[in-house]
């Protein structure tokens, strides 16, 4: 039973990744350039609030599933690997692995934050002052965007860091013998 479990936390955390990744992805390559090409600012700034704020719904699920089956998948590690008590976590690759997978997760969460609660509204912000006539709006518009996109690549590189360290902690060579 335990097996199984166990096969349902790792499918859980892999769902959960793909629905906090495939978002980013589809954000990154195909809303940003389609947008683009939407004239009309007042209904870009709106289809990206849409779609921003349904991202949100979504990368936050996966994120829960992310971190629930996560938790329950290092707190059985010692009974799945069948390590004894008297071996430390740090005593094995793995452990050193895993630590700087939550190191970079850290990082990533704080990113993610700081685009999410700041940089993004800030720009929606600046984008709709410039709808009303703002001129001085446009060269914040563009400050913005950059630091926008520095911020989403930066993510995006970072959790597929994270996935690379997630899939090293599965292969024989990192594990125990």
Known sequence: MQDYVHALMIWSH???IALYVGPQFFLAFAWVPASRNIADLPTRVQAMRTITSRFAAIGGAGLA??????TYLISTWRTHYGIPDDVGFTDQPYGHVFIGKMILLVIMVG????????TG??????????IKGGPAEEARVKRLRKQSMLLSIS????VLLIMSMGSLLSTKSITFD
């Open 14 to 16: 892999v769902l959960g």
């Open 65 to 70: 599933l992310i971190f629930v089956s996560g």
């Open 111 to 118: 990113v993610v934050g700081l685009h999410t609660f700041s």
């Open 121 to 130: 509204p800030q720009l929606l912000e600046a984008t709709e002052a410039t």
């Open 155 to 158: 993510g995006l590189i970072l």
